[in-house]
């Protein structure tokens, strides 16, 4: 007999130890089993089997409790390998989650333990059998000579159908399902594909292969040629005979970033959240069965079960899709820290624009710094502030200033491209009342609705909901309401009056859900089929088009009005990403940003295109105010349908909170969303370690205690919505 250990799936945080149940036969661990648990039949991940001497009765006896047998094996070969369960132990006890929940993050949906009824696709394969005693037509004699053993079915059906059924019929072949399987190929590296490095390329990427260290921080302007170095840093190590992994940030890898990687390698797999679940699972098993050895991936693939990793480079390091937001709230660049550092990996993060804890690090020597000064092209584009308050008061548009009006269409003149970013989808964010003012709100999340005009209707952006917009104000049912401010779709509607014969292409959520949408409007683009690409962040990063010479940003104050501690440094982010976008190739570039805050040190920076400045601004605010990078955050925010349960929740785990010895802020009640009202408390303290270890305690407690409301940990959240 086996004594089986084994995690169960769902278990909540206070449950989250292995239980014991056995087994006549051995079982493999780090597979899938069904067993018993609180009376339901449950899915469970086997981490111990140990083969007993003694009576099942004994051990009971021993034990104190009755042994339940295991009801089903599901899996015949492991779905993780040991790293992983040791780095998932890892990230449970340093993202307060359990440890369940952070393999079930790793694998693709179809290998989680959480099992629904979706399952891998199977596909026909043939057999032949023994045709000595058979009466075959020669038609059929001849297509059965050109069959194979574990042919796919499909393949044999289109030399003829007939007379594939016909041996079928016969018995002459006999069919069987199995996953499908791929031939695996052998790396190839088209050595001549690869572009020659400059010589500050080349002293980057010598350093970073030569020198002892194992982290290195590349900080590079957008243009500078980061990512021919990534490739010829993965040619090094694929040469070697290692695996590489080149993280990218989700809207980041475009078709244009897949075609520059395709073009020098093969063997290679991109992993990313737009894959179906069957090609994710293919891809994972792939890398589980070890033939693969580069992926370029979104967050998500720094968990593929590598077994020889040599490098793993984080582009654009400080962009917030690292970061997960729902439970185990992980952040895909400390889990790369350890697997770099538990498969004495070389780890390269970069950026034109770093977060502050990693450049930080970066200045004190605990990464190494390599930089990247000058664009490929040696030519910055030339960044303008347009003071809107001024041009206003002058007469301007508010939408479209006369300067940049101006600048469009000498653009439009010499047959270049213009990239115009807003970062606001839908018609207008804000619909309200002529008579009593209310403004329509959605009815689950205290968030106003954004006007969608192609459908007429309302939506709410942060849970999804559809309204019809309504013939009368729902408060006092006045007749007229009136739309207020601008999103892209009434920018776009803006610059056709102002334009009508120039082509403009929108991307934006609303224009690219369509699958295809989004790689389309890029081609198209690339083709010059337009003139104006417009759109919210999802055209700041990463594209490259050598045409594209004017980059507007048309309100750039609004990632700026937020109140959150992390508002500069991701409004300084995006306003730098967009206009890495403008003249990347021979052409000079030109950014024009309308703000009513030119003095903002934000855009100071921006119009300076000065990392650092903004860096030693931004540092100093961090520091006045003790917030990261000179101390952490752990937010816990209770959430729950009912308001007074919910508030019940939360005095439970203040009570908990009293005999902490790190601060905690007043707890704050947060907008409602998806009809739940929210709590937070937060904590600070410069001892990650120390906060950690104490919560952890205190979590437990709570959830051994308080099952109804839900609890979201967040370990140096990204922001405090
Ligand atoms: P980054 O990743 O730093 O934004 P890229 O690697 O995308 O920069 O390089 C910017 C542009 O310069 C791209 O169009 C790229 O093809 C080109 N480029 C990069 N390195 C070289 C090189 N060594 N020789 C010629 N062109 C290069
Ligand atoms: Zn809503």
Excluded at 126 to 155: F, G, H, P, R, V
Excluded at 265 to 278: C, D, E, R, V
Excluded at 695 to 714: M, Q, T
């Amino acid at each position: 007999m086996y004594i089986i250990e084994a995690y169960v799936t769902n278990a909540a945080l206070a449950v989250d130890k292995p239980f014991s149940y056995y087994y006549d036969e051995e079982i493999a661990l780090y597979t899938r089993i069904k067993v018993n648990f609180n009376n339901r039949s449950n899915v469970a991940l086997v981490v111990g089997c140990k083969e007993v001497e003694k009576e099942k009765e004994e051990i009971e006896a021993e034990l104190g409790f009755k042994l339940l047998k295991v009801q089903e094996v599901i899996d015949t070969k492991p779905i993780i390998n040991q790293e992983l369960f040791d780095m998932a132990s890892w990230l449970a006890k340093t993202t307060l989650s359990p440890l369940i929940s952070c393999i079930n993050v790793m694998l693709p949906k179809y290998l989680k333990t959480d099992l629904n009824d979706d399952k891998p696709k199977l596909l026909e394969y043939l057999n032949k059998n023994d045709i000595s005693n058979l009466n075959l037509t020669s038609k059929q004699l001849e297509i059965y000579n050109s069959l194979n053993d574990d042919m796919l079915a499909s393949e044999a059906r289109k030399l003829s159908t007939s007379i594939f059924n016909a041996l079928k019929e016969k018995g002459a072949i006999s069919l069987y399902k199995k996953e499908s399987s791929y031939q695996s190929e052998s790396l190839i590296i088209k050595d001549d594909q690869f572009l020659t490095l400059n010589s500050q390329q080349e002293n980057v990427y010598k350093h970073i292969l030569e020198s002892e260290k194992e982290i290195f921080y590349l900080y590079g302007i957008t243009g500078s040629g980061k990512t021919e170095v990534y490739l010829h840093l993965a040619r090094d190590f694929l040469k070697k005979g290692k695996q590489v992994l080149i993280l990218v940030p989700e809207i980041a890898l475009t078709p244009q970033m897949i075609e520059r990687v395709k073009q020098r390698f093969n063997s290679l797999a991109f992993y990313h959240s737009q894959l179906s679940n069957q090609e994710r699972y293919e891809q994972y098993k792939r890398v589980l069965n070890g033939e693969i050895s580069i992926v370029v991936g979104t967050r998500s693939s720094i968990f593929l079960p590598f077994s020889d990793l040599g490098l793993i480079i984080v582009d654009e390091e400080h962009d917030s899709s690292y970061k997960q937001d729902n439970t185990p709230c992980y952040d895909a660049k400390k889990v790369a820290m350890y697997r770099s550092n538990h498969n004495k990996a070389k780890l390269v993060l970069a950026s034109a624009t770093p977060s502050l804890d990693a450049y930080t690090r970066a200045l004190k020597g605990e990464y190494e710094l390599c930089t990247l000064e000058k664009r490929v092209n040696d030519c910055l584009p030339e960044v303008k502030l347009i003071n809107l308050d001024q041009e206003v008061r002058k007469g301007s548009d508010y939408i479209y200033s006369d300067p940049l009006k101006e600048a469009l269409s000498e653009r439009f003149n010499k047959h270049e491209q213009a990239i115009i970013l807003l970062n606001r989808r839908g018609y207008a964010p804000i619909v309200k009342c002529n008579k009593c003012g209310s403004t329509l709100m959605c009815k689950d999340c205290d968030l106003t609705l954004t006007y969608h005009k192609d459908e007429n209707s309302l939506k709410c952006h942060q849970c999804g909901r559809n309204y019809v917009l309504p013939e009368t104000c729902p408060n006092c049912k006045n007749k007229s309401l009136t739309t207020y401010g601008y999103g892209t779709k009434r920018a776009q509607e803006e610059l056709i009056k102002l334009f009508p014969e120039v082509r403009i292409c929108r991307m934006d959520y609303d224009s690219t859900r369509k699958k295809g949408a989004y790689e389309k409007i890029l081609n198209d683009f690339g083709n010059n089929k337009y003139d104006v690409l417009l759109g919210t962040q999802m055209i700041a990063k990463g594209l490259d088009f050598p045409n594209a010479t004017l980059v507007a940003i048309l309100n750039a104050d609004s990632a700026l009005m937020h109140l959150d501690y992390n508002a500069s440094k991701l409004a300084f982010d995006l306003l730098m990403q967009a206009a890495g976008r403008s003249g990347r190739s021979e052409k000079k570039g030109e950014v024009l940003i309308q703000t009513y805050n030119p003095n903002h040190y934000v855009m100071q920076a921006v119009l300076n295109q000065d990392y650092k400045y903004f860096y030693n601004k931004e540092m100093h605010y961090r520091s006045e105010a003790n917030y990261p990078p000179y101390s952490h955050f752990v937010s816990l925010i209770i959430s729950d349908e009912n308001e007074k349960r919910a508030l019940d929740s939360l005095n439970t785990l203040l009570s908990l909170c009293k005999n902490l010895s790190f601060n905690s802020y007043r707890p704050l009640k947060l907008n409602r969303l998806n009809n739940r009202y929210r709590y937070r408390i937060l904590f600070k303290d410069k001892s990650l370690a120390k906060m950690v270890n104490d919560l952890w305690a205190l979590i437990n407690e709570y959830l051994a205690n308080n099952k109804n409301s839900s609890l979201k940990v967040d370990v140096d959240p990204l922001y405090l919505e």
